[in-house]
């Protein structure tokens, strides 16, 4: 069984560029969940999608959007960075919506400079 | 809206010793879901215990183990013969049972070392 995996590992990005994450859910996961966490705090919601859809979103700018494909891996995409988005970027899948285990990725560290 | 609040940025507990971790949280709704999460420097959340409000027993798993006090809204994780592999950041974190989402809601952390 593979767990989740997250691409880049790492990214640096220059203020006002845009930026692609990348999901690959655990095997028969349809659900996948978004969180930013910035250096020293908790994760924070983005989003969620389930069977390609948005269900559910945090307190996040419509700069924060993203996909979720056939296969239930997903795509975290953030436009007109800022400063401010500098965090690890984590993604859980879970069996379904309502499913109160998540399976954590181990990040994507974004830095804008 | 809920919150969950974890006073201790940082711990230190000397190996095989017992620690304890606080966590707050604030809510309304009577059917929840409390998590405690650890995140070692590799960074990848690992789920090391769950509690059910609705279960009135204290969950435990091998050397962790949770104090959950509804009325006071209190889950405190207790960790037992600590190990050097203990070392990591902690989260405590929140689900409504209901959740459409699955929405986890996170504390700000507690750093833990564990030190030989």
Known sequence: ETGVTQSPTHLIKTRGQQVTLRCSSQSGHNTVSWYQQALGQGPQFIFQYYREEENGRGNFPPRFSGLQFPNYSSEL???ALELDDSALYLCASSLEVHAYEQYFGPGTRLTVT | AQTVTQSQPEMSVQEAETVTLSCTYDTS???YYLFWYKQPPSRQMILVIRQEAYKQ???TENRFSVNFQKAAKSFSLKI???QLGDTAMY???FMKHSSN???LIF???TTLQVKP
């Open chain 1, 77 to 79: 995409n953030v436009n």
């Open chain 2, 29 to 31: 709704e009577n059917n």
């Open chain 2, 57 to 59: 027993q204290n969950a």
């Open chain 2, 80 to 82: 037992s013969d600590s």
């Open chain 2, 91 to 93: 989260f405590c974190a």
């Open chain 2, 101 to 103: 989402t699955g929405k």
């Open chain 2, 107 to 109: 504390g700000q952390g």
